[in-house]
T-cell receptor
């Protein structure tokens, strides 16, 4: 069964910590995406990548960075966590030329 | 920035009733997708429509893409408790593979 795996379902971090959210897909997809989901705001794109070592900013990249050293892995980094980054983080992947996304189960991050 | 607005935001109906959820934008999209998300999980793709006026059926669910490719609807016939979830529409851009997601419709089917 093909899947996108996010390393943690729940995380609690302190303000100012550096936080790593990991995402791995086993479908050989070229495209990978990081979204955050907040009530009333829907899904907002943080960063995406169309290829290894390639990254592009989404709609809300401030306070985040990403890394894609291998095709199957796309990491989201919160350089210095803040309380307004408390959210559900969703990773997704898709095949080049196809629009359907496969999502991971999400990581609910709480910054205290 | 492209925006997709969904209505209603919340919908609670009895099992067996019919319902329609709408997804509207002022922008034109290359494709329109619908996802369903259950609590604690990521969204799961239900359907993709790519042609203006296209209608697709998935069992009791009927999806339609507007003629001008700016809007879409999801109609559920004889709703069941298993249809409960957050329904998200998402529009595809031209020349890129990013999706713009709608604000979501939270559907509750009461047994």
């Amino acid at each position: 069964d093909v899947k996108v795996t996010q390393s943690s379902r729940y995380l609690v971090k302190r303000t100012g910590e550096k936080v790593f959210l990991e995402c791995v897909q086993d479908m050989d997809h070229e495209n990978m995406f990081w979204y955050r989901q907040d009530p009333g705001l829907g899904l907002r794109l943080i960063y995406f990548s169309y290829d290894v070592k390639m990254k592009e900013k989404g709609d809300i990249p401030e306070g985040y960075s990403v890394s894609r050293e291998k095709k199957e892995r796309f990491s989201l980094i919160l350089e210095s966590a803040s309380t307004n980054q408390t959210s559900m983080y969703l990773c997704a992947s898709s095949l080049q030329g196809e629009s359907g996304y496969t999502f991971g189960s999400g990581t609910r991050l709480t910054v205290v | 920035t492209q925006l997709l607005e969904q209505s209603p935001q919340f919908l609670s109906i009895q099992e067996g009733e019919n319902l329609t959820v709408y997804c509207n934008s002022s922008s034109v999209f290359s494709s329109l997708q619908w996802y369903r998300q259950e609590p604690g999980e990521g969204p799961v793709l239900l359907v993709t429509v790519v042609t203006g006026g296209e209608v697709k059926k998935l069992k009791r669910l009927t999806f339609q893409f507007g003629d001008a490719r700016k809007d879409s609807s999801l109609h559920i016939t004889a709703a069941q408790p298993g249809d409960t979830g957050l329904y998200l529409c998402a529009g595809g851009g031209f020349g890129n593979e990013k999706l713009t997601f709608g604000t979501g419709t939270r559907l509750t089917i009461i047994p």
